[in-house]
């Protein structure tokens, strides 16, 4: 069926709308989260943050790698092409977690004790994993009668909830903080969102009776490819670390957990929420409409690398000030570190985009090479540049290695949607990132704050506009929909 002007109006509203729950929602989170992140770092010394970092990101590879086995995207699917099944699904889903998560919290307490770290702190963290919203684990199998309606706005105000009791519990306890005691706030403040879920669920698609072998082993079957890419992206995510703690010193680890902290979750909100927020929509398109796909994907991937590069030139000038807000100067000695990660965040929109674009349209597969690519890109630049620069090398070795990705992800999305991501499409893309990291990196130094920011700001949307990556529909498309939600 051919798609018509009120059909992409509608799916345009729905995703806008969509984004702007769980933007706005994220806004607010990180904002409460950045809060308790500058009692919690002005407070642990560089060590005991590098421990409290170290043992969360230990815990984060085995349980992500034995619990989250990349079904999420593939559960959203089948619970939106299956509706009459959906109880079934994701009952049988969250049994499937509940059985792995068990037998990875074993496994990741039993390394705590062999490597000298907290068994307690493992356990609770663990926990915490399993219950939390951006974890995507048990809870996201909860939510997804929500998710696959695009319904966002009792998770985001959940979202809401659990940050609010997190930044409570952190000031409450602000002058006995340590790694304890952070872990038991992270734990604590996922409890009350999940429980409200699950009792607003009232046995609608949660009940052990619903639970069936052969829809967990469905699951598992067509996780397969994707199982293993998530076990590479979690080695991936946590090898920095690992490299680090091997070369470094705890307060290495610190710095780069201070780093991870505060500002890992402000560069992955906006690309998660608009990815969360169309891949419902993309699931919904008919196998014969691959062009309004390929639209459709073409024109969001366009959109994020362009706000994500405006999001760093606008942060790049407050880097100074933003570490003495999160650590209350703490840090004050680590700017460069801080502001050259802040230039993965295209890079990760675009991952994101395509990792969840890749299982949303059933070709999951290809997130195995993406997964390939980061993990040996990780390997050969952790190496190359952590043990003579220590956290600043673990940085530009996250930058190079999310460079290596990005180019692999543009090779994929290109077998699936075709010619029209083309070499031009590529360019563009490339030349407004480049262009956004010159001007912020030169500006910064040579005007005052304001000007570096609103000059970077202009010059990439100048240049966006001059080659043609933002144009002239988008900013009519987006004034329509604006006005149809009002």
Known sequence: MASTPNNE?????????????????????????????????????????????????MTDLIVGIMVDLGINGILIR????????????????IALRLGMWTIATVISATYAYVAGYAVVDVVVWSIYLLIAARTTMLRYAVEAPYRSTSR??????????????????????????????????????????????????????????????????????????????????ALHASLDTIVLEWFGTPRDVGVLGAIYASMGPF???VPQAVSLAVMPEIARTNADESKRRTDVALTVLRMLIVATV????????????????????????????????????PLVAILVF???????????RFNLMIAGVLLASSIIFGLAFIPQLNSLGAVYSRLVTLIAGAGICVVILR????????????????????????????????????????????????SAITIGLVRKADFILFTKILRRSH
């Open 9 to 57: 109006r509608s799916l345009s509203a729905r995703v806008l709308t969509g984004s702007a729950w769980i933007i706005g929602s994220q806004g607010a989170i990180l904002l409460l989260v950045f809060l308790a992140q500058r009692m919690i770092l002005s407070t642990l010394t560089k060590e005991e943050n590098g421990t409290l970092f170290f043992e969360r990101r």
């Open 78 to 93: 089948r619970v939106v092409q299956e509706k009459e099944r959906a109880s079934l699904i994701i009952s049988s889903a």
């Open 152 to 233: 966002f706005h009792v998770i985001s105000l959940l979202g809401v909830a659990d940050a609010l009791l997190f930044t409570g519990m952190i000031w409450w306890w602000r002058e006995s903080l340590d790694v304890y005691t952070v872990i038991i706030a992270y734990m604590i403040s996922a409890i009350p969102g999940f429980v409200i879920l699950v009792a607003l669920d009232r046995g609608r698609y949660i009940r052990p009776a619903f639970v069936r072998f052969s829809e967990m082993k469905a699951l598992l079957l067509e996780s397969m490819p994707v199982i293993a890419s998530v076990a590479l992206l």
């Open 267 to 269: 560069l992955v909100v």
């Open 310 to 345: 405006l999001l760093v030139c606008v942060a790049g000038p407050l880097i100074p000030m933003f570490i003495n807000l999160v650590s209350n100067g703490r840090y004050a000695g680590e700017n460069v570190q801080f502001y050259w990660f802040l230039w993965t965040a």
């Open 354 to 364: 395509s990792q969840e674009f890749a299982v949303t349209v059933g070709k999951q």
């Open 415 to 462: 077998r699936i949607l075709g010619e029209q991501l083309d070499l031009l499409f590529v360019i563009r893309c490339c030349t407004v990132i480049a262009v956004g990291m010159l001007a912020t990196t030169w500006l910064m130094y040579a005007v005052p704050v304001p000007v570096a920011i609103i000059g970077s700001c202009a010059v990439v949307m100048i």
